[in-house]
């Protein structure tokens, strides 16, 4: 009975592609994440409600509303809430393939952010931050259409 025990491991990890080794290596830790100076502090530990999640300051708010020159339209995208615990203005968005300044428009509001790839196929939808959503003053439950631009 062992010997087919052994066998069927082998033959398992061989589906796998992991090397035998790796089944029975310890976990690894995750590299640390390195902290972007500019970013807003991440919420504290047991943060609860939606003013201690979103940590930015009057200062990105007003840096986020700052008026622009023209960008180009990406297009629209339907947006839900994304990841409380990520703080400051983002947006994750299969409309680019890498990190860039922009700017979305919700309901006549605009502000500027981040655009963030999501890695998803084009019409799979985006999640904005939730900094973002409570400064266009859109609904923290719903989804949302934007309007998308690169600047």
């Known amino acids: 009975m062992?010997?087919?025990?052994?066998?069927?491991?082998?033959?398992?990890?061989?589906?796998?592609?992991?090397?035998?080794?790796?089944?029975?290596?310890?976990?690894?830790?995750?590299a640390?994440?390195?902290?972007?100076?500019?970013?807003?502090?991440?919420?504290?530990?047991g943060a609860a409600t939606v003013e201690e999640f979103d940590t930015t300051s009057q200062a990105d708010r007003d840096a986020?509303?700052?008026p622009v020159a023209q960008a180009a339209s990406l297009g629209f995208t339907v947006a839900t809430l994304g990841s409380p615990t990520e703080p400051g203005f983002w947006l994750r968005t299969p409309l680019v393939t890498q990190v860039a300044e922009?700017?979305?428009?919700?309901?006549?509001?605009?502000?500027?952010?981040?655009?963030r790839p999501s890695g998803g196929d084009a019409g799979s939808g985006s999640q904005l931050?939730?900094?973002?959503?409570?400064?266009?003053?859109?609904?923290?439950?719903?989804?949302?259409?934007i309007e998308v631009f690169r600047r």
């Open 2 to 30: 062992r010997p087919i025990a052994i066998l069927s491991l082998c033959l398992l990890t061989a589906c796998s592609g992991a090397p035998l080794h790796d089944l029975f290596a310890r976990p690894r830790t995750p």
């Open 32 to 45: 640390p994440v390195a902290v972007d100076p500019d970013l807003p502090p991440p919420p504290p530990e």
């Open 129 to 145: 931050s939730l900094a973002a959503m409570r400064l266009l003053d859109a609904p923290l439950t719903g989804l949302i259409e």
């Open 64 to 66: 986020a509303l700052a």
């Open 102 to 115: 922009g700017r979305v428009e919700y309901q006549g509001r605009s502000l500027n952010l981040e655009l």
